[in-house]
């Protein structure tokens, strides 16, 4: 599909704004191994129901460079994460803010999530 997109259906838009070309979409890179930090965390998804996270962070200078993301089960997430040959692997810490290193092990229980 080399033909480029545009704002056909864009009645939302202001006139001026309509029928151009909408850049393609931007592509995220893997982040690079040995680099970035991948986060284990409890979300919800679209239902609302609590699922484990995983994302793989790569950031120079403070701006995320390359992001790559896992939802699921808890073993689904923690072989993923674990897979990953970032630079740390962490998870929120039990007994308040901040993070701490991942478990080599399989005695993980993260905090629950608020409502």
């Keep these: 599909m080399d033909t480029p997109r545009r704002r056909e259906n864009a009645s939302h838009l202001p006139s001026e704004l309509r029928d151009q070309e909408i850049a393609p979409e931007q592509l995220v890179a893997e982040p690079c191994p040995r680099y970035g930090i991948v986060?284990?965390?409890k979300g919800r998804d679209l239902h609302r129901r609590v699922?484990?996270?995983a994302a793989w962070v790569d950031e120079?200078?403070?701006r995320s460079t390359s992001i790559d993301r896992i939802e699921g089960t808890r073993e689904m997430v923690l072989a993923w994460a674990?897979?990953?040959t970032a630079a740390?692997?962490?998870m929120p810490a039990v007994d308040g803010p901040g993070w701490v290193p991942l478990p080599t092990d399989d005695d993980i229980d993260l905090p629950p999530l608020a409502d």
């Design 82 to 84: 674990r897979s990953r």
């Design 51 to 53: 699922v484990w996270v």
């Design 88 to 90: 740390a692997h962490l």
């Design 39 to 41: 986060y284990v965390h």
């Design 60 to 62: 120079i200078n403070g």
